[in-house]
């Protein structure tokens, strides 16, 4: 579950974000499960109320709104139920009541008294996430019938009959407060939170999601219960199904299950507080531990309906933007800041316009902060140029067609725009974006980034004061009444992504001029979209020894400017031709990524190789990369999370001499790196190291392989690398056990890491059952033991797990467990941690118990080999390996035939917690302090 951060919705789209999961059962309901529904509306179809491009709406007679998005090039369908109750509509003591009610809806009903299982079986991908106008839950499945009328009896079902029960609340309470302190490690985070409470002072908004601790810790059952009665009905809410299924047996499903509830009598509740006109500068000062400073400069703007939102957009990316904002040429390339940013909240009441920008310990505070707030409130003077104008545009187009190209994706983004008055905005803001001039955005600039609309500074009394007047309320069903959209988008093919199916479909060969092999997979796809995925690799151990920071930064430059092109014109080009790009360089390789339509795949190919081949590595990026790295670790310093796992892998690859690459270096060690290697040296290893002569190109998607293979061969066939290849082996050392305690001081969130190293393979016999053990043990949507143990019944952690992992070709693996958690809750962790642990090992799993997991387990995989990108990655993997998919049909036969006492033993000859390496980072010698300091006797009555 999650809370959203501050972006716009179309910065959003871009987001990929880590689901952190939900919870599991509960008993007592909070009433009979009869008591919402009605009988359902027989003989009569339902019409469509409103349909744009490929979307289309449809009404319960209870008020539900539903919306069809029909993809069959999607092997999985997505269930999204949006309800328009969010942190707005909290109360009085109630703050964090809509994310803590999130929380509560994964504990079960009569019917699905425990959700995590019942999804893990059907392979869901599920989430819940809580944002200020909204909260929804979504789940995303492999395509059938029997799931997607699964997932609407479901959702229809926890609707109205959720267990909203005293004792899920007290144990999940817990849960939410630790996610609470795991965000209280980041100022950054908590200073936006305050210069929003200080920008809204009537207005909900003001307040954070999250809620407040002491809200958290006493908020009474029978308030939660009574905000699930008022708010999660069909007429207050969203249902989008999106990806492979049938609309009218959908259509079916969905009358004969939301169409059973019952539309409450009374009304749903209106907000109706209106935050005033800013009168004038307001500041915030946060004095926290840290290790860089950090300027937060907000202005109001208006609603996200508002037709003015399209040019704002706009003006956020042209003032944000990296390497090409204003902000970055006037702080970033003259040093006074190492990052700057900018976003904004597009909601449903007026949001914000929000600028970022982060200092090094060794950048003055008083010049950074003059220029900041003169480059954003004098912005308005120097007009908006076509370019800066036509460069917002191209990126923020492309963020919604590659996203109306993923229905999964877009299945989910619509609750955004739902909450913020109508879904079919998504497409109306697109074209207004498309109508914007550089005439609106200065106007925008000018209307809204004024001193007295700006939350930053302390008051200051003004005889005169300019403010930012905001435009009336915006009818939206008016507006929207007559808005047609567009032409859908082309359909792609239904495939299927079984390992026998891919095996059959692709190509494998070698490209000319040796030494790249290719594994090609076309086939038809929503958009015409392709995904490829390249690996170089090169050196050897001798040849690359201490040259860990030189090849960093050479891999880091590649996107920074070639020879032909500078930084901003090489992103501009893929930004035109829609093409997501990553070029990620290190040590001993390269892997690059593409995604792009099929008619832009050869231009991005050749914009490719020319960053691969010809790099610029211009000073002046340099010293600004420097910079931004600098800042990035220097602002780890304190971390926990960051200490604890440096240490951890220290003690398990600590036998790697320094200047080895798989060193694993201290964070020290590492900005020494980082400020010490100049420009030549990485230039030297680009030139030293870098070509094709060893590596694997894998595409996937919409494309013709007799047009990309002789293409491909041109760019990379003849690119030789100049050093000899031989892969740098591993080396396996048992340790043994050891226990490390870090102190990081004013972090209300520890860090715990305990595993050991294992001499394994993924061609062993037992790696099969121990991928099968840990996902019953620490893997899977929170029906693990762990979470089950550790987050749900004691409620110790939001987030806790373990992984496990075996060598390709050399035996070296390891096996993991992690938590975060309160310091002064570290002896019970630990102590759970250790007993789950020995427990599986010793006992075992049910039957029962493994049966269900093995069922997800292989939905999961089968759901990971349905995108596209994943698949390529895989199968170029696979390359260099002499695998095919035939290796994981044959793992997976062997998942299917595994028995618990299988499943045991394998565990029992590798994982032994008397051989961890534990590791935790936290605050707890005030954890200590707080425990001795004595209890403060009851006021007397």
Request: net charge neutral.
């Amino acid at each position: 579950m999650q809370r959203r951060t501050p972006l716009s919705l179309l910065a959003a789209l871009l987001v990929a974000s880590t689901p952190v999961w939900a919870q599991a059962p509960a008993p007592s309901a909070v009433r009979a499960p009869t008591a919402r529904t009605a009988a359902p509306a027989k003989g009569k179809a339902l019409a469509p109320v409103a349909s744009v491009e490929g979307i289309t709406e449809y009404r319960l007679p209870n008020g539900l709104r539903v919306l069809l998005f029909p993809d069959p090039t999607k092997p999985n369908v997505t269930v999204n139920v949006t309800y328009f109750v969010g942190s707005k509509h909290e109360g009085y003591g109630e703050t964090g009541m809509a994310h803590l009610l999130e929380h509560l809806l994964f504990k079960g009903t009569p019917t699905t008294k425990n959700v995590p299982q019942a999804l893990t079986e059907r392979g869901a991908r599920p989430n819940g996430t809580t944002w200020l106008d909204r909260t929804n839950y979504y789940e995303t499945l492999p395509a059938s019938d029997d799931n997607l009328r699964w997932a609407l009896s479901f959702e229809a079902d926890r609707m109205v009959n959720s267990f909203i029960a005293r004792k899920d609340l007290d144990s999940e309470m817990t849960v939410v407060r630790n996610e609470f302190e795991s965000g209280e490690n980041d100022p950054s985070s908590i200073l936006f939170e305050r210069v929003m409470s200080a920008a809204y002072i009537w207005h909900s908004y003001g307040k954070a999601t999250i809620g407040a601790r002491s809200d958290l810790e006493n908020v009474p059952i029978d308030r939660l219960q009574a905000f699930y009665r008022k708010y999660y009905r069909p007429d207050n809410a969203m249902l989008v199904v999106a990806g492979r299924f049938d609309e009218a047996k959908a259509l079916t499903m969905i009358q004969d299950t939301f169409g059973k509830l019952k539309k409450p009598a009374e009304p749903v509740p209106a907000t109706y507080t209106a935050e005033p006109t800013q009168d004038g500068e307001r500041e915030v000062t946060l004095r926290r531990v840290g290790d860089t400073s950090v300027l937060t400069s907000l202005y109001h703007v208006p609603e996200g309906a508002h037709p003015d939102f399209a040019a704002i957009d706009v003006l956020t990316l042209a003032m944000g933007n990296n390497p090409s904002g204003r902000l970055y040429k006037v702080l970033v390339e003259t040093k006074k800041a190492a990052r700057v940013g900018a976003s904004n909240l597009q909601l449903r009441d007026p949001g914000a316009l929000v600028f970022n920008a982060e200092l090094r310990e060794d950048q003055p505070l008083a010049p950074a902060r003059e220029a900041f707030l003169k480059t954003v409130e004098d912005a308005a003077r120097t007009p908006f140029t076509e370019e800066e104008v036509t460069r917002a545009k191209t990126q923020l187009i492309k963020s919604i067609e590659l996203m109306l190209n993923n229905s999964e994706r877009a299945a989910i983004q619509l609750s955004e725009w739902a909450a913020t008055g109508d879904w079919r905005l998504l497409f109306l803001h697109r074209d207004r974006i498309e109508a914007v001039k550089p005439e609106d955005v200065t106007r925008v600039a000018a209307t809204y980034l004024k001193a007295s609309n700006r939350t930053l500074g302390t008051f200051i009394p003004t005889p005169k004061p300019d403010r930012a007047e905001l435009p009336p309320p915006v009818d939206v069903a008016k507006m929207m009444q007559d808005y047609k959209g567009r032409a859908a988008v082309a359909q792609g093919e239904q495939f299927d992504p079984s390992p026998a199916n891919v095996e059959a479909r692709v190509q494998r060969g070698e490209l000319p001029g040796g030494g790249i092999k290719y594994v090609v997979l076309p086939k038809k796809t929503r958009g015409e979209m392709v995904n490829v995925a390249i690996n170089l690799r090169w050196g050897t151990e001798d040849a690359l020894r201490g040259k860990a920071d030189a090849a960093q930064y050479a891999g880091r430059m590649l996107m920074r400017g070639t020879k032909k092109r500078s930084r901003q014109q090489l992103q501009d080009a893929f930004d035109k031709l829609k093409a997501r790009v990553g070029v990620d360089g290190g040590i001993t390789g390269a892997s690059i990524s593409i995604e792009c339509p099929r008619a832009s795949l050869p231009e991005a190919l050749k914009l490719v190789a020319e960053v691969l081949r010809e790099p610029a590595f211009d000073a002046n990026e340099f010293a600004l990369l420097k910079q931004e790295r600098l800042a990035a670790l220097e602002s780890q310093r304190s971390e926990p999370e960051t200490q604890g796992s440096i240490a951890f892998w220290r003690t398990l690859s600590g036998h790697y001499p320094k200047g080895h690459p798989y060193y694993v270096p201290t964070l020290d060690e590492r900005l020494a790196g980082v400020k010490n290697t100049p420009l030549e040296e990485a230039r030297a290893f680009h030139k030293a190291f870098y070509g094709a002569s060893n590596g694997e190109l894998a595409v996937v998607g919409d494309f013709e392989p007799k047009e990309l293979l002789p293409l491909a061969g041109d760019l990379l066939g003849g690119w030789k690398s100049p050093a000899p290849f031989k892969r740098v082996p591993q080396q396996f050392v048992d340790g043994g056990p050891k226990v490390v305690a870090l102190e990081t001081p004013d972090k209300a969130n520890a860090y715990y890491l305990a595993g050991q190293s294992l001499k394994l393979r993924r061609d062993d016999a037992d790696w099969p059952a121990l991928l099968l053990g840990n996902f019953v043990l620490g893997g899977g949507f929170l029906n693990s033991r762990l979470a089950t143990r550790i987050r749900q019944q004691d409620g110790l952690s939001y987030g806790v797990g373990s992984s496990l992992d075996a060598g390709d070709i050399d035996a070296v693996g390891n096996f993991v467990t992690y938590a975060i958690y309160a310091p002064e809750n570290a002896t019970r962790l630990e102590a759970a941690m250790r007993e789950e642990v020995s427990r599986a090992v010793k006992e075992g799993f049910k039957p029962e118990e493994l049966e269900k997991a093995r069922a997800g387990l292989l939905e999961y995989r089968q759901a990971a080999r349905s995108q596209d990108g994943g698949l390529a990655r895989q199968l170029a993997g696979y390359l260099y390996l002499g695998r095919t998919l035939s290796f994981d049909a044959e793992l997976e036969q062997k998942l299917v035939k595994l028995k618990p006492e299988d499943v045991r033993k394998a565990m029992e000859r590798h994982v032994d917690w008397a051989k961890a390496t534990q590791v935790k980072a936290g605050d707890f010698a005030t954890a200590e302090k707080k425990a001795k300091a004595p209890v403060k006797a009851p006021a007397a009555p």
